[in-house]
């Protein structure tokens, strides 16, 4: 009995320990645009801080996997589950070194009306001197933070895989591992509902009066208190940690407890047996074998092909559930808190049930190599079938004037170096603003000064604009010159095309997920079992090395490389890019990138 609590002791504490590794993760994740606009960053670097978790991981990945499988592992999962702690608290602390958040903006603080189109000549460059922000390069904190995260990490997975199917039946190791997977997936959900609630709260909530915050979460110049998610996720690791130091260094396998000599304590009270207990090797021993088990590991053929398989699938989901939020936010015109909820709460819960189910399938009809590596193809090609739909759900570009429509009203993209149109030539406007309004005939304007309004009532968000020149050169209704603040909405039609988008997202989510746990299985039943634990964990460096660190910045580059118009930082360089649905401020572009996305 005392075997069969520490069985179940194990199996509780690693799912927690994988829940919790799985929340942080997925809020860095979820996190990316508002650390994104927060550091002033473009996305192919952003890319690269995210990669920073697979460079810390895969310096000590594959040494971990061999020389652990041979040491203390539950102990080494508790450190591990430290350094993750550590690592996100590292992560977050730059918010209380930067200051407060400030944006550009031309809502005045007060109730008087306020002039904004001025005829005066164009002064297209502030004369004010260049002062470099002092916390321009903290961003280099979340850099290592991320990596530190990466190395602790290491230990959990492979040696926690090893250590239960070494202790379990071949026929329950298949489904404690689908168990262990389904559990993991409530962290992510967790995660990107905790992305979503912080993503909602200002950044320097508690240190500002919000009432004079001018801007919505829908705002492309919003930043979400990033930093929050951070410090939960930190505690929660910690927490994770400390059952694994009460655990045994190996246990019995399961249905042959009674053949076993009855046990001793040893000097630290553990319970150890002579079938379980072996001296220990020193490292040179250890390592004397590592090359030689390195090579007829990957001398294996279907092992290696299993490798190379899951290493394309990997780049895919990784470029995919870093820039998700973002391209619902771009393409669909949702907001980042609302991004994260909807993957949170729609495709997260449903990955969870189809792993589960395969899981379950391999238990109940006994399938072996074969049958599951079949099943796992046939589930992974009709999930890419469905993707293919997704290129038909887009929506129309946001009818912003001077990018994608004329002053006029004239779709299509238009933009060739300037904003300026006869309606706002005599206006003393800069070339950089971002501060969009909408009018109503649907055209959203990058300022009130470029869409040419002379006067404004109201307060803060209230704020109307009135006399503006641009509004009426361009077909408004009869007697509106006025424009109100932020971006104009999206049409109906861009509504159920998202709705389409996000049906079709489930339902290849839930087919993929079946093939999950019977890829895993094949490829820990394709090896020899003293070679599971460096077959994990080679696959795991192989993955992140070639998948999980490249693939965030080519997919940022791509961003990157179809914005049409930079914003300019305050000292010179380009800066960080948003479209008007919402990035980083200071910036206006047209992207067209992955899934045809078109926005502006």
């Known amino acids: ?90 992560t977050g602390l730059p918010h209380f070194f930067m200051g407060r958040y ?36 903290m961003w280099i904190y979340v850099f290592l933070g991320n990596a530190v995260r990466g190395i602790g990490e290491t230990p ?31 962290g992510p959900m967790f995660g990107f509902l905790l992305g979503s609630l912080c993503a909602s709260l200002y950044v320097d909530i508690g240190y500002v009066d919000l009432e004079t915050v001018t801007i919505t979460p829908k705002d492309a110049r919003w930043v979400g208190a990033w930093w929050l998610g951070f410090l939960v996720s930190s505690v929660i690791m910690l927490l994770s940690g400390i059952p694994f130091w009460f655990l045994p260094r190996s246990l019995p396998k399961q249905g042959e407890e009674s053949k076993l000599p009855p046990s001793t304590p040893t000097q630290d009270g553990t ?13 040179a021993e250890i390592a004397k074998g590592f090359i030689p088990s390195l090579k007829k590991l990957l001398s294996t053929p ?19 559930l870093t820039f ?8 669909f015109g949702q907001s980042a808190a609302r991004a994260n909820f909807l993957i949170g709460v729609l495709n997260l819960p449903v990955v969870a049930v189809g792993i589960f189910l395969g899981g379950l399938l391999m238990k109940r009809y006994k399938l072996g190599v074969v049958s599951g590596a079949q099943l796992s193809f046939v589930t992974s090609f009709m999930a ?54 909408c009018s109503d005939n649907g055209i959203t304007y990058t300022s009130p000064c470029l869409a040419g309004c002379s006067s404004s009532t109201g307060y803060g968000k209230n704020t109307v604009f009135h006399n503006c020149s641009c509004v009426l050169s361009s077909s408004a209704p009869e007697g509106s010159m006025s424009v109100i603040l932020g971006q104009c909405p999206r049409s109906r039609e861009c509504s159920r095309s998202f709705t389409s988008y996000m049906a079709v997202s489930v339902l ?17 039943r394709c090896i020899k079992p003293e070679l599971k634990s460096l077959a994990l964990g080679i696959q795991t460096l192989v993955m992140r090395t070639l998948g999980g660190i490249p693939a965030p910045v080519y997919f940022g580059a791509l961003i990157d490389s179809t914005c049409l118009r930079w914003g300019i930082k305050k000292c010179g360089g380009r800066g960080a890019f948003h479209c008007v649905c919402g990035l980083v401020p200071m910036c206006a572009c047209v992207c067209v990138c992955v899934h045809t996305l078109r926005c502006v």
């Open 1 to 90: 009995h005392g075997r069969t609590s520490k069985n179940i002791l194990f199996i509780v504490a690693l799912s927690f320990a994988y829940f919790s590794k799985a929340l942080s993760g997925t809020y860095m994740k979820s996190a990316i645009t508002q650390i994104e606009r927060r550091f002033d960053l473009s996305s192919s670097l952003i890319g690269l801080i995210d990669g920073s978790f697979e460079m810390g991981n895969l310096l000590f990945l594959a040494v971990v996997s061999h020389f652990g499988a041979k040491l203390h592992r539950p102990k080494l999962i508790a450190v591990g589950c430290f350094l993750m702690a550590v690592g996100s608290f590292l």
């Open 102 to 137: 400030t944006f550009d903006t031309v809502i005045q603080g007060s109730m008087n009306d306020s002039v904004y189109c001025v005829p005066v000549c164009l002064c297209m460059i502030p004369s004010v001197d260049c002062v470099r922000d002092s916390s321009s390069h």
């Open 156 to 186: 959990v997975t492979p040696l926690g895989i090893s250590y239960i199917d070494d202790f379990a039946k071949a026929e329950n190791s298949a489904f404690y591992i689908a168990c262990l997977q389904t559990i993991t997936l409530l």
């Open 271 to 283: 319970e150890n047996s002579d079938a379980t207990s072996h001296q220990a090797m020193t490292l």
């Open 302 to 320: 279907a092992y290696f092909l299993l490798l190379c398989g899951s290493l394309l699938k990997f780049n895919s989901f990784i470029g995919l």
């Open 324 to 331: 998700k939020a973002k391209y619902m936010e771009q393409q």
């Open 384 to 437: 890419y079938l469905l993707l293919l739909l997704q290129f038909g759900t887009k929506c129309d570009n946001v009818q912003v004037a001077g990018l994608t429509v004329s002053y006029n009203g004239t779709p299509g993209v238009v933009y060739n170096g300037n904003l300026w149109s006869e309606c706002n030539r005599d206006c003393s406007c800069l070339a950089g603003e971002w501060d969009p309004v």
């Open 508 to 524: 290849s989510s839930f087919i993929n997920s079946l093939g999950t746990t019977p890829g895993y299985m094949v490829i820990i």
